[in-house]
């Protein structure tokens, strides 16, 4: 069996992801662990990694990195799906002793690996590295997952006429502002994957600093949100507020906002979300790759 090793030090694997090369989506890597602290990192060879996977203790996600079809599909073949995901490493997490303490629900995450339950959801992974997972979860565990739609993984890398853009979009308009703590309610109760511990994870976004809303009257009305794996998202704005304008300040303002922190703004948007895909490409956004999110 191909046995995943717990990498203790971020920046000996991702310089060695960088050198091997071939590695998709490296920059979500990056940005991750420069987002927030709660990720915990797993190899197959950390000096020369084919095969890597990063959890989010935080949700109980995880993602897979790979420059080798071949060697995830013989990692999945190998993996005994019938077992917790990770158990073997769960002493090891339980150690840790570096997560984020502004992130209120991040035992929940790891407490899924804890229980006996045959949980594997992930999150943005590769449309072919999904396959793989998907068909050997199925014929040796012998579980369903469900939602995988398919989401384009954007990025954007900014040019001089770019940066004025977003510059014009944003400098001069007060109503846009930091989300704060105290929006995390009005946030959560719109997110269209709400959940029953949503609202902490949204405390946390709403609280970090680089997610943006924009006000009208005091009233939050528009709002864009920074996740703790470095991407931007959640961008929604109150229906009867529509048509002028205000999505395109505050995409405008949070890229900036990423920009300063030193990092690639990225993000995820469904394939048939015809108006944010519109949008996005307008400021400058390319496709990367097609991702899937997964769980039972």
């Not at 939602?147 to 979009?169: C, G």
């Not at 609202?199 to 006000?215: E, T």
């Amino acid at each position: 069996m191909t046995q995943l090793q717990h990498v203790k030090d971020f920046n000996v694997l991702i310089n060695n992801m960088k050198q091997k090369g071939g590695f998709r989506q490296l920059y979500r890597l990056i940005c991750s662990e420069i987002s927030a602290t709660g990720w915990i990192y797993f190899a197959d060879d950390i000096q020369s990694p084919s095969v890597v996977l990063s959890v989010d203790v935080f949700r109980g996600k995880y993602t897979v990195y790979n420059n080798d079809l071949e060697s995830l599909e013989k990692w999945a073949k190998n993996q005994n799906w019938n077992d917790p995901f990770l158990s073997n490493h769960y002493p090891e997490i339980l150690k840790l002793n570096d997560l984020d303490t502004r992130f209120p629900n991040s035992i929940n995450g790891i407490k899924i690996y804890e229980q006996s339950l045959k949980y594997y959801g992930y999150a943005s992974v590769g449309v072919p590295e999904s396959e793989i997972i998907l068909k050997h979860v199925s014929e040796i565990g012998g579980l369903k997952l469900t939602s995988t739609d398919v989401f384009h993984s954007k990025i954007v890398e900014m040019n001089e006429a770019q940066f004025q853009l977003l510059r014009h979009n944003s400098s001069s308009d007060q109503n846009i502002q930091p989300l704060t703590i105290e929006d995390a309610e009005v946030v959560n109760d719109h997110w269209k994957y709400k959940n029953s511990i949503s609202l902490q994870y949204m405390r946390w976004a709403c609280n970090n600093g680089i997610s943006v809303g924009y006000r009208l009257d005091g009233k939050l009305v528009s709002w864009i949100i920074f996740c703790n794996d470095g991407s931007i998202g959640n961008l929604y704005t109150l229906e009867e507020y529509r048509g002028r304008g205000l999505a395109k300040k505050i995409v405008s303002k949070i890229i900036l906002n990423v920009i300063d922190r030193n990092m690639t703004p990225y993000l995820y948007i469904h394939v048939d979300n015809e108006a944010s895909n519109s949008l996005f490409d307008s400021l400058g956004f390319k496709n990367d790759i097609l991702v899937k999110w997964s769980g039972i």
